[in-house]
């Protein structure tokens, strides 16, 4: 079989591995080119479409554009122009193409196809919709549940056998890895950690209750208070021209002084940590995960979230229940939510294989 797949160009030699006593043996491994996966990572403000081999070395330029998804009907369709236009450009043919990943904020059910918050469908399966077009396999989920994934397999999370992987955006995502598998709850829901009732602060949240974590931890809300805090004075290198270019721009310029020891921009970035350590602190208590794994545009900011969260599970935690729980940041970064859309793909792609295989021996 090795041979075979060899003489086909699937697999290539790669060397020897280390000799356990006797004769070293060959390592093989999957040619990078064999396949291609296309990966779009989503937000409610901000989409990003690349292209990846099996390795996940990214063989397109990441293209980045402003798409809001709220009160967007139109956005479904913006999405596969998008994405049409950059495989287009590509020139990689579709017989090449594993299939098209997408993660994506709102409550998604994976297997009906349906984002129950966004990408306004009519009740048609977003991902039938999309590959009938396309002509690609296409599958979907929740950005935070991909997060996850490719912390597990890729990342900070690897080898664990329970971790809460939380994406630290314009929300509070969480991804919950739990007995070594991803968990979605009974409708691919679990994991709306930024909707947790922490606060009496009247503010009205994205969800249209009041009181989330997200209305005060989220990095929406830090640019906000970054925003305010220049109006009314406060001693910053943050400039105000900062601040007012896109979200993203502006989170990161708040991230990048808070690394340079600007003190307003740690203050907030610290505030943000404690009141997620808070919410952390009841999953927790809930779950007794092995890790806790900062991952999304937010890790960026990395030993600044440590302390302040930390500091919130001394105060809100059982010791006994802590003791061994480890904090992570992720290396992954950004990169994050585009790697676990490639490897949904490649797990239906597996799955699609071993059933076609598995209906051929029964044949037999």
């Not at 403000?45 to 330029?61: A, G």
């Not at 009160?71 to 990689?92: C, D, M, Y």
């Not at 409708?187 to 930024?194: I, P, V």
């Not at 808070?278 to 809930?286: Q, T």
Request: hydrophobic fraction near 40%; glycine fraction near 10%; charge should be negative.
């Amino acid at each position: 079989m090795v041979n075979e797949l060899i003489e086909e160009q699937y697999i290539i030699e790669i060397g020897y591995a280390p000799s356990t006593g006797g004769r070293r043996p060959l390592m093989y491994s999957l040619r990078p080119d064999v396949l291609y996966v296309v990966s779009v990572a989503m937000d409610q403000h901000f989409s990003r479409i690349v292209i990846m081999d099996m390795n996940h070395k990214q063989v397109t330029e990441c293209e980045r554009f402003q798409l809001p998804l709220g009160k967007n009907p139109q956005a479904l369709e913006t999405l596969l122009e998008k994405v049409e236009s950059h495989i287009s450009r590509s020139g990689i043919r579709r017989e090449k193409i594993a299939g098209v990943g997408i993660g994506m904020p709102g409550f998604v059910d994976a297997a009906k196809g349906i984002n129950y918050s966004f990408l306004e469908s009519n009740g048609r399966s977003i991902p039938q919709y999309l590959s009938e077009r396309l002509k690609l396999p296409v599958h979907i989920e929740n950005d935070s549940s991909l997060i996850a994934l490719a912390e597990y397999r890729f990342g900070a999370a690897r080898d664990r056998k329970s971790a809460m992987v939380i994406n630290l955006g314009w929300g509070i995502g969480l991804g919950l890895v739990m007995n070594g598998e991803l968990f979605r709850g009974h409708e691919g829901f679990a994991g709306e950690f930024s909707h947790i009732p922490l606060f009496s602060n009247n503010k009205l949240c994205s969800c249209g209750k009041s009181g989330c974590l997200e209305t005060e931890a989220s990095l929406l809300v830090v640019v906000e208070k970054a925003r305010e805090g220049i109006k009314e004075g406060r001693v910053t290198t943050l400039k105000s021209e900062q601040l007012m270019a896109d979200l993203d721009m502006a989170s990161m310029a708040v991230i990048k002084a808070a690394e340079k020891g600007d003190k307003f921009a740690v203050e907030l970035l610290s505030e943000a940590a404690y009141h997620i350590g808070r919410g952390v602190a009841i999953l927790i208590h809930l779950l007794n995960p092995e890790a806790i794994v900062l991952s999304g545009r937010g890790s960026f900011a990395g030993k600044i979230w440590r302390v302040p969260l930390q500091q919130a599970l001394h105060e809100h935690c059982i010791p006994r229940l802590s003791a061994n729980t480890v904090i992570e940041v992720s290396e992954l970064g950004l990169d994050a939510e585009l790697i676990g859309a490639a490897a949904l793909v490649m797990d239906n792609y597996e799955k699609g294989h071993t059933k076609k295989t598995n209906n051929t021996v029964m044949a037999l």
